[in-house]
């Protein structure tokens, strides 16, 4: 199973294992330099000449072995890390096609720690203990099949210890496989408590939670100790009992072979050399032994990676399309999360080249209808559920893109017609060019410092010690939060696709940056088709569309000056809005309405 696993690099794989043999092999040819010296002196016939034979022996012997130790060792290591390699780069390019489902609060830890420490695992155990395991076998079995040519019953013996030997070690194969889920499992809930206590750090000190949030920490801390330290504990029993095994039919084929030579039925060259095997045949077997629990944990750690790497992805059946215009329809989509329903039966039209503003209460679904756009999420029939990832429901219905359903488009494609603008913007810890290419890789220093002006940027980027080259830190955390705003709007000017969403873009932003930032959006959506989900007026009120939503449902829809003269939620909603805007300090200590 691990070789199939391995992928491209099963054949290097195979080739370290020849190597492997080849080695053993070369290091099996001292024990011919051995017998040279043993026949020599029983016969009592030392010369000059087997001197020289003997250390003609061991140095084949020794070069040999060394030569396959640094072929075998190459190998088994390009292999190895290779493997890891294009296992953590997979994972990556497959969490690009996952629903959205996927990251959940849930499933984080989990795929955090199959690309880290569970790869780490297979980085650290793979390279030693497959090599170690089947090379101790293969030696082992191969020795005792040698001395089977000089004496049966001796090597009848050596086979004998092998099958006990290796049915200990099923029941230790056995009990690891028992445990070692637990450990991977209290591995993965570490890493979510890391995850949590350094994301929520700003609300443990904010509310003195250190204690609490330290408690639950050290809880998974010491649970995963516990689970490592059981699998150790448990594991020694077994060692020992394989290690006596092993013992047991050293001391039988020493105490046959003399018992042999004494009845006459075998010589003393062979009771000589029956004697030495006793002590080298079962030499790699048991270094070998130690590692073989450690086998378990490596299928475990297969399972966890084989689980994110045959998720389904969400353009499986999806094809390159060419549109013939980009109008977005949905027909009767109905979509939930778990039991719960976001979106009810909605049907909508947006022309290519129109602005339509999607309004409504917090929690109406919103920025849902949006991601079902961009197909963030999916409104397939199916049901996804997962033991590591949760779950989510599809829903029912059918989105189009230039009248094709969206899930007849590969992802790329798909993704291709849109650029979005998010209430909370995530930036890479990384330079400020390479935040804004983002949206186009291949893009030159020029095209970055023409979309940086135009998203009002370029400015604050040059004051900057850096300038362009300035690291910005994990989610821009450097940078103010308009200042992030307006490198994300750059980003999608740069990508230049020719759907826009803006899903409350200039919500959090402060009076002093509202105006740059709002001359960076008509710049970004200049002879585009936008969407955008808003709570000013003065952002939906010249939309070509606006629908209202409530509770999943569209309640209301039109243009601003006919939803205006009828009763309902945008009516209020823009009353609220005029009250809101009207607020103002009227003077020292009083507070009046005017502006």
């Given amino acids: 199973r691990f070789f199939a696993f391995a992928g491209k690099q099963k054949k290097t794989w195979y080739k370290g294992m020849g190597y492997e043999l080849l080695r053993s092999i070369f290091e099996a040819i001292q024990f011919i330099a051995l017998l040279v010296v043993l026949r020599a002196l029983v016969e009592q ?30 190998s088994e290591g390009q292999a190895n890390y290779h493997m890891c390699e294009e296992k953590r780069i997979r994972i990556g390019e497959r969490m690009k096609y996952m629903p959205m489902g996927y990251f959940n609060s849930q499933s984080l830890g989990s795929l955090t720690a199959a690309a880290t420490s569970t790869m780490e695992d297979l980085e650290s155990m793979s390279f030693a203990v497959i090599a170690r395991t089947m090379v101790g076998i293969i030696r082992t079995v191969v020795f005792s099949i040698a001395i089977l040519f000089f004496d049966w019953r001796i090597g009848l013996i050596f086979l004998l ?23 991977l499992q209290a591995q993965t809930k570490l890493v979510d408590s890391v995850l949590e206590y350094i994301q929520g750090m700003s609300v ?7 204690k609490a949030a330290n408690q639950t920490l050290n809880k998974t801390i010491e649970e995963t100790e516990y689970q490592n330290f059981k699998l150790e504990r448990k594991r020694i029993p077994y060692n020992v009992l394989e290690q006596i095994v092993l013992r047991i039919a050293a001391v039988a084929a020493v105490l046959l072979s003399i018992w042999l030579y004494l009845s006459g039925a075998m010589t003393l060259f062979t009771c000589l050399m029956m004697a030495i095997s006793a002590f080298l045949v079962y030499s790699e077997l048991e270094s070998a032994g130690e590692m073989f629990f450690m086998l378990p944990m490596i299928d475990a750690s297969i399972d966890r990676v084989e689980q994110i790497d045959h998720a389904p992805r969400m353009d499986e059946q999806g094809t390159k399309q060419e549109t013939k215009n980009r109008d977005i329809t949905f027909e009767h989509v109905s979509f939930s999360y778990g ?36 197909r963030f999420w999916d409104v397939g029939s199916g049901i996804y559920c997962s033991a590591w990832f949760g779950s989510y429901s599809g829903g029912s219905g059918t989105v189009k893109l230039g009248g094709t359903d969206i899930r007849e488009y590969q992802l790329d494609s798909l993704m291709a017609n849109f ?27 020029e095209e970055v410092v023409a979309v940086a002006k135009a998203a009002r940027c370029h400015d604050f980027i040059s004051a900057l010690p850096d300038g362009y080259d300035t690291v910005i830190g994990e989610g821009g955390a450097t940078i103010s939060g308009g200042e992030r705003q307006r490198l994300s709007i750059a980003r999608a000017m740069l990508k230049d696709s020719p759907i826009i969403i803006l899903d409350e873009a200039t919500a959090n932003v402060d009076p002093e940056n509202e105006a740059e930032l709002q001359e960076a959006i008509e710049a970004l959506t200049h002879n585009k088709t936008i969407i955008m989900i808003a709570h000013r007026l003065k952002t939906v009120q010249h939309a070509d569309q606006i629908l209202v939503l409530e509770a999943g449902r569209i309640i209301q829809r039109g243009r601003h000056e006919d939803l205006i003269k009828q009763d309902g939620i945008y009516a209020d909603f823009v009353q609220s809005r005029k009250k809101a805007e009207s607020w103002s300090i009227a003077g020292e200590g009083a507070l009046g309405v005017g502006v």
């Fill in 339 to 374: 039991e719960r329903e976001i979106i009810h039966d909605v049907s909508f039209s947006i022309p290519e080249g129109t602005t339509t503003a999607i309004v409504g209460p917090s929690g109406s679904g919103k920025t849902t209808l949006t991601s079902l756009m961009a």
């Fill in 161 to 183: 210890g092998v099958l006990l030997f290796l049915f200990v070690n099923s029941q230790l194969l056995k009990k690891s496989r028992q445990l070692s889920p637990g450990r």
């Fill in 419 to 445: 650029s979005m603008v998010f209430q909370t913007v995530y930036l890479f810890n990384d330079t400020i060019e390479n935040n804004i290419k983002f949206g186009k890789p291949g893009a030159t220093h």
């Fill in 45 to 74: 016939n030392v010369t000059g000449e087997t001197a020289l034979a003997a250390l003609g022996v061991m140095l084949v012997s020794v070069t040999g072995a060394a030569v396959f130790w640094y072929l075998a060792h190459n």
């Fill in 204 to 210: 443990v000190r904010a509310f003195h939670g250190d």
